[in-house]
């Protein structure tokens, strides 16, 4: 479940969700699964953008409820698609941030990898390499420890 703390309301909500692991596909929020979600972030339009860790995907939560996978075929691996983000792998995703332009930027933390997600869905390697490290670096020579 993703839920919201409404502080000046002292009160916490679940915004969309139920119990259970598996999530996948779109459907209304309160029909929803998520597996350990973890980082989220909310974009310029509303939209709400969770790191579903546990099930390999980038999920979307609109204003209006409804929830969809914007990235991440579920399968734990490292592939980017430059079509078709709901082709692409992921290993355990935790963090993401929101750029003004748009794009999306996603800790891969198990893949030791920085991700970036277009607003059209497609999926890069921004930068880090398939083993973990501690490297400087250019894009393809930089490594990260868990990031």
């Keep these: 479940m993703v839920k919201i703390n409404s502080p000046h309301l002292n009160e916490v909500s679940t915004l969309a969700g139920t119990v259970g692991c598996s999530g996948d596909g779109t459907q209304e929020a309160d029909g929803a699964q998520f597996n350990q979600p973890n980082g989220v972030a909310v974009d310029a339009v509303g939209n709400v953008i969770v790191v579903d860790t546990n099930n390999h995907r980038i999920r ?16 734990r691996g490292h592939l980017d698609n430059h079509e078709n983000g709901l082709l692409a792998e992921f290993y355990k995703p935790h963090g993401v941030v929101i750029a003004p332009d748009g794009n999306m930027f996603v800790t891969d933390t198990f893949n030791h990898r920085i991700r970036k997600i277009t607003p059209e869905g497609k999926v890069f390697t921004v930068t880090g390499t398939r083993g973990r490290g501690y490297q400087d670096g250019g894009s393809l020579l930089a490594q990260f420890s868990f990031p």
């Excluded at 204003?63 to 579920?74: C, D, F, K, Q």
């Design 60 to 75: 979307k939560i609109t204003p209006e409820g409804v929830v969809s996978t914007l990235a991440g075929s579920g399968t």
